[in-house]
């Protein structure tokens, strides 16, 4: 009898186990993991609170905000000198129009951007001579009498501003300044702050009243550096007659011209606020116009 060969062994193919398992097993609900997981302690979320301090100042423009930057202290040259210019026909008389001019007192009351002006020196009036004659003829003496009413001017003892202190601003920008004053009774107003000087000629000066000191700028110190947005400010007003427009009767008219010249202590400071200067030149001469019809009447 032939022995009986042992039956060979079937091997199964060996698994492969990945080394990395690409996720982890599911727990079912119904597994002794899930019931043990549910009952231990869950971590609590976490919040973090960060406190600021709030600000108590109130938003500002972006040119005011920028005003630090754009004042003198950053080693920037100014820029050069700009002048605009005015002009308007007024139907009143040379005389009436620059009284207005030259009550620099009351221009807090109608010009727009001038919360304050205030005349704080006057020029000293000079005493008046005079010599007693007696009239020969009735002519002469209709001729005395007459001259006794128009007093000389400068000669009279009226005095002229020859300083005063002035805040203006438009916007953000805001400043209070002294200028030194000149006037030429009937004709001429003329004030000037900073490093300018004044236009009209000394002798002219001297003979309506103004001394030395008014002329040396007094305690406003002519060439001074002004403090602020500007380097120097002149601003003057020029009044002549002229005749009466399109044959109507009613008295003299005046051409009145304002001339503003001034210089920023910042080129940028410049760029920023001179686009605004143009219009308040021409508001400026609005308001005196507007001034003339309260006090005088329209015509």
Request: positive net charge; aromatic residues 8%; hydrophobic residues 30%.
């Amino acid at each position: 009898m032939a022995p009986r060969l042992p039956t060979p062994t079937r091997r199964l193919p060996a698994a492969r186990i990945p080394l990395f398992s690409p996720s982890p097993l599911p727990i079912r609900p119904s597994s002794p993991h899930f019931a043990q997981a549910r009952h231990l302690p869950q971590p609590k979320p976490t919040t973090t609170t960060t406190r600021r301090p709030l600000s108590t100042t109130a938003p500002r423009p972006w040119l005011l905000s920028a005003l630090p930057n754009l004042t003198p202290g950053a080693n920037h040259p100014p820029p050069p000198p700009k002048t605009l210019h005015a002009r308007r026909l007024l139907p009143y008389p040379p005389a009436h129009v620059y009284t207005l001019i030259a009550d620099i007192d009351s221009y807090t009351h109608f010009l727009p951007h001038c919360p304050h002006s205030r005349v704080t020196r006057w020029t000293t009036p000079k005493p008046t001579t005079s010599t007693t004659t007696t009239p020969s003829t009735p002519a002469q003496a209709r001729s005395t009498a007459a001259a006794a009413t128009q007093p000389p001017a400068g000669r009279d003892g009226t005095r002229h501003p020859a300083l005063a202190d002035l805040t203006v601003g438009w916007g953000p920008f805001t400043q209070t300044y002294t200028s030194r004053v000149y006037c030429v009774p009937g004709s001429v107003v003329e004030a000037v702050s900073g490093s300018a000087g004044t236009s009209i000629p000394a002798d002219v000066l001297r003979a309506v009243g103004y001394g030395d000191a008014d002329l040396q700028g007094g305690s406003g110190g002519e060439g001074k550096k002004m403090e602020g947005i500007f380097e120097s400010l002149v601003t003057r007003w020029t009044v002549k007659p002229v005749p009466q427009q399109g044959g109507q009767e009613g008295g003299e008219w005046s051409q009145v011209t304002l001339s503003v010249t001034f210089q920023f202590s910042n080129p940028a400071l410049g760029f920023a606020v001179g686009q605004l200067a143009d219009e308040k030149v021409d508001e400026m001469v609005a308001a005196f116009e507007g001034r003339a019809r309260q006090l005088y009447g329209g015509r």
